[in-house]
T-cell receptor, first 112, second 115 residues
Framework: ELKVEQNPLFLSMQEGKNYTIYCNYS?????LYWYRQDPGKSLESLFV?????AVKQEGRLMASLDTKARLSTLHITAAVHDLSATYFC????????????FGKGTKLTVNP | NAGVTQTPKFQVLKTGQSMTLQCAQD?????MSWYRQDPGMGLRLIHY???????DQGEVPNGYNVSRSTTEDFPLRLLSAAPSQTSVYFC??????????????FGPGTRLLVL
């Protein structure tokens, strides 16, 4: 049974700083997803990582996947206030994202 | 395209009542899912569907039924509401499923309060 753990669960950082959110998963997962959720809103897809060593970047966010370590990271570069949100990682086991196991989320607050 | 729509946006039920949460998408996606989100718990899969007429259980299916008579609609039925079902419910559909450009589209959610 796939289990997904994120850390930290809460992250407060200053604008301009860099930080990394970690996502560990317990068994083989054939894909890893990252999502963003603003307070009271729905989820927005950020990245899908399909293979070992995959790296994807969008603006100040970069996600990577190490299947051997069962670890994905979401790296934030030079944080800005607009990045404040809750970030979720999720693992899939059936070749697609219809059956995902989510982590508990990391609530990121970027302070001026 | 309206994307993924959910109705109602908010609902209050009494224990024992039944109701149906509606989910519709106009993107002709085969794959759809229902999740519930509870504080501090992330999202948990209730049921999912891989096409019209085909559904399967997720992690927390007890107390919920689904059906998929058309590609567009994927309703979630609460058979006899319980306070433990107080949650935010999200429906999602998938484009490009299985490919590197796969994207999941989430609906706006339904907030359910069971008294």
């Amino acid at each position: 049974e796939l289990k997904v753990e994120q850390n930290p669960l809460f992250l407060s950082m200053q604008e301009g700083k860099n930080y990394t959110i970690y996502c560990n998963y317990s068994t083989t997962s054939d894909r890893l997803y990252w999502y963003r959720q603003d307070p009271g809103k729905s989820l927005e897809s950020l990245f899908v990582l399909l293979s070992n060593g995959a790296v994807k970047q969008e603006g100040r966010l970069m996600a990577s996947l190490d299947t051997k370590a069962r670890l994905s990271t979401l790296h934030i570069t030079a944080a800005v206030h607009d990045l404040s949100a809750t970030y979720f990682c999720a693992g899939g086991t059936q070749g697609g994202s219809e059956k995902l196991v989510f982590g508990k989320g990391t609530k990121l607050t970027v302070n001026p | 395209n309206a994307g993924v729509t959910q109705t109602p946006k908010f609902q209050v039920l009494k224990t024992g009542q039944s109701m149906t949460l509606q989910c519709a998408q106009d993107m002709n996606h085969e794959y759809m899912s229902w999740y519930r989100q509870d504080p501090g718990m992330g999202l948990r899969l209730i049921h999912y569907s891989v096409g019209a007429g085909i559904t399967d259980q997720g992690e927390v299916p007890n107390g919920y039924n689904v059906s998929r008579s058309t590609t567009e609609d994927f309703p979630l039925r609460l058979l006899s509401a319980a306070p433990s079902q107080t949650s935010v419910y999200f429906c999602a559909s998938i484009s490009g499923r299985g490919y590197g450009f796969e994207t999941q589209y989430f609906g706006p959610g339904t907030r359910l309060l069971v008294l």
